[in-house]
């Protein structure tokens, strides 16, 4: 217990480190976008027909203390988001960040985790039976459907599921609330407003998840299955689904636990497509709306130092999860 | 043979490939007396691994057994029983931890990583014996003990890569021989150990052999820790046995062309200018195996016209001593003429 306390402490620590060095890229890449937050700002103001001048630039940069060094604006950022969780204000819309985000953030994510449960919830024990199994049509068909899921882009089922449903049951199916919930401060009502409209894209992002786990799973466990401990205990006479869940089961979910942090990174990458489609704009597509439409760096900075934070913090949990699956992982140099 | 413990005969082993069928065991027939050392001898791909793991039925989904093949395991005082017509694996547990047991090549890769050494051990003897939990865990610390791991109550607890090498197969040793079994199957138990533990290991196995009665099926392709082990030997060459007797008989009188090919093969201490001998070429794949005698395409006596068209029958040359290779029968028919 106290190796596994002191292994947390250990990978705590080099999850916090992690998240620096993300912020210090993040950062970066959000000054190699040309242009200031400034300039950009005034140039968005031009557009809206007033006239600015040099002068003007380099006031709205003191104002924004863009003019100081870059390792300390860094600090000032960094400050800010880890101590006070602040990420500052919208280059162009010129509100707070947070307020902006509000709970979007964490509804994206709950979105996407929840694929990704529900993802692993159906591969792990479908993918093991289909590879302990000899019944060649039930290997068939999950190939089939697994393939079939890998295959189909998820815009084009979120497509076909919308038309479905409007032309037979007259509903487009989109949005995350009935407009009544849409600015309600949240309720049990709310809540389940909003589960009803959850499903859908929890069901398209976890469809291509759940198909990609399903591989994953299956390769892992053809793998630890042809190893030799598995025969070592078939000769000491075990056998069927003791087997099975003991050895090659047991053994196989470290690696199936190492992917989840991956693949939560994939789920991401795809909630903005599905999101525009299904014009959930609570979620996922203000990141493709800050980086294409008005290269908001400030607010795309946030977004992606989220993102990874979550992902950092996903990884810091399935290490755990390793650790205690695993007595080579808790014993490991870094554990201590 | 009726005292024998097991009793192998015309086993032939063939796979479902997506070639066809290959054929990797061929009309093997051996039997192991109770208390006997019989040593396997070949290269990798001679089939001594499959032959061994069919006693315990352990080849793959893919494998087919000829239909006269016959394993017959006979343990005094029980019923004999045919292992080739077992079925199912709940029957199975007979054979495997039972009246058999198995240690690997490789102790590292045969315990499972994430189990500790003590639990494997324990629950093997939970489905063979009668033992309630603590008394399995005492039997298996006090096996510890046996095979010389020190601390083993503590060891018992941990897992095995916190264990060296040489300690690694002592504790497979510990688990194979726990459960009291008749026949010990050791697949190269000391090939991937350093020399000076491989003599200990050696040791211990023989220690062990004579406190518990049991037999032991050596397979190896060392012939030199062959000497230091068994009763007797056979020789197998691409999944027939070329050459079978006593340890004495083969090693001084080898007489197949294939054994003094692999005795010319081993390094002589006490002649460092002695050439060593290659047999030449390579074991042919299972995928095209030679007509007539297997190992005719590299035999230096090959005779032609003979060799390549027919199948070798044995010939006894003394007491148990067998061979496969015309040069006998040959040497058998010119002396009757």
């Not at chain 1, 189909?152 to 038309?163: C, Q, V, W």
């Not at chain 1, 597509?285 to 008005?294: F, I, K, M, N, T």
């Not at chain 2, 043979?1 to 070639?19: G, N, Q």
Request: proline share 5%.
């Amino acid at each position: 217990m106290l190796q596994f306390a002191q292994f947390a402490v250990v990978r705590f620590a080099m999850a916090l480190f992690t998240l620096l060095m993300v912020s210090l890229i993040v950062f970066t890449l959000m000054e190699l976008v040309p242009g200031t937050c400034a300039e950009r700002y005034l140039a968005f103001k031009n557009t809206q027909g007033s006239g600015i001048s040099v002068e003007d630039i380099e006031a709205e940069k003191r104002r924004l203390g863009l003019d100081r060094p870059f390792l300390v604006r860094w600090a000032s950022w960094v400050g800010n988001v880890f101590l006070r969780g602040e990420f500052g204000d919208s280059c162009i819309l010129r509100v707070n960040i947070n307020d902006l985000l509000g709970d979007k953030f964490l509804i994206s994510l709950g979105i996407c985790l929840t694929a990704l449960a529900l993802a692993y919830a159906i591969a792990v024990p479908v993918g093991i039976i289909s590879a302990s199994s000899r019944n060649p049509w039930l290997n068939e068909s999950l190939r089939f459907v697994s393939y079939f899921g890998l295959a189909m882009p998820n815009f084009l089922l979120a497509l076909m599921i919308m038309l479905a449903s409007t032309v037979w049951f007259g509903e487009s199916l989109t949005g995350l609330f009935s407009n009544e919930y849409r600015d309600a401060p949240w309720s049990v009502d709310k809540f389940l407003n909003f589960l009803a409209h959850a499903w859908l894209p929890v069901f398209i992002l976890g469809w291509s998840a759940t198909a990609f786990a399903l591989q994953t799973v299956r390769a892992l466990m053809l793998d630890e299955q042809s190893k030799l401990y598995v025969t070592a205990a078939r000769a000491r006479g075990l056998y069927g689904r003791r087997l099975l869940w003991r050895y090659p089961a047991r053994h196989a979910l470290g690696p199936i636990v190492n992917s989840l942090g991956f693949d939560l990174n994939r789920v991401f990458n795809e909630l903005p497509i599905v999101a525009s489609i299904l014009t959930l704009t609570e979620a996922g597509s203000l990141l493709l709306e800050s980086l294409a439409r008005s290269n908001d760096q400030q607010l795309a900075g946030a977004i992606i130092f989220l993102l990874t934070a979550s992902i950092v913090a996903v990884n810091f949990f399935t290490d755990l999860a390793l650790a205690l699956l695993d007595p080579r992982v808790r014993k490991s140099v870094i554990g201590g | 043979m009726s005292d024998a413990l097991i009793s192998v005969r015309d086993l032939t082993i063939r796979f479902r490939t997506d070639e066809g069928l290959i054929t990797a065991v061929e009309k093997v027939s051996f039997d192991i007396a109770p208390g006997e050392i019989l040593g396997l001898v070949g290269e990798s791909g001679s089939g001594k691994s499959v032959t061994a793991k069919s006693l315990m039925r352990l080849n793959g989904e893919n494998t087919v057994y000829d239909p006269e093949s016959r394993i017959t395991l006979n343990v005094p005082g029980e019923t004999p029983l045919e292992v080739l017509s077992l079925r199912r694996e709940r029957d199975m547990i007979a054979i495997r931890g039972g009246a058999i047991s198995m240690i690997f090549q490789e102790p590292m890769a045969s315990f499972a990583p994430a189990i500790t050494v003590g639990r494997q051990m324990v629950e093997q003897l939970l489905i063979h014996t009668s033992l309630t939990e603590a008394e399995a865990r005492e039997l298996s610390i006090e096996m510890l003990a046996r095979v010389g791991i020190p601390e083993p109550a503590r060891r018992f607890d941990q897992y095995a890569f916190e264990f060296s090498g040489g300690m690694r197969q002592r504790a497979m040793i510990a688990m194979a021989l726990s459960t009291r079994p008749r026949l010990l199957i050791a697949d190269e138990p000391t090939t991937a150990l350093d020399v000076t533990i491989q003599a200990q290991v050696i040791d211990l196995m023989k220690d062990l052999v004579a406190e518990f009665g049991m037999a032991i099926l050596f397979i190896t392709h060392d012939l030199g820790v062959i000497a230091q082990t068994a009763d007797r030997v056979a020789v197998m060459y691409l999944g027939r046995i070329v050459e079978t007797g006593s340890v004495r008989q083969v090693i001084r009188a080898p007489a197949h062309p294939y054994t003094r090919g692999l005795l010319d093969a081993l390094p002589k201490l006490d002649d460092l200018d002695a050439e060593l001998t290659p047999i030449p070429g390579d074991i042919p794949s299972p995928l095209n195996r030679p007509s007539g005698c297997v190992f005719h395409t590299r035999c230096p006596q090959m005779i032609a016209g003979v060799c390549e068209g027919r199948v070798p029958g044995y010939t006894r040359l003394g007491d148990g001593h067998d061979v496969a290779c015309h040069l006998y029968t040959e040497q058998a028919m010119e002396a009757a003429r």
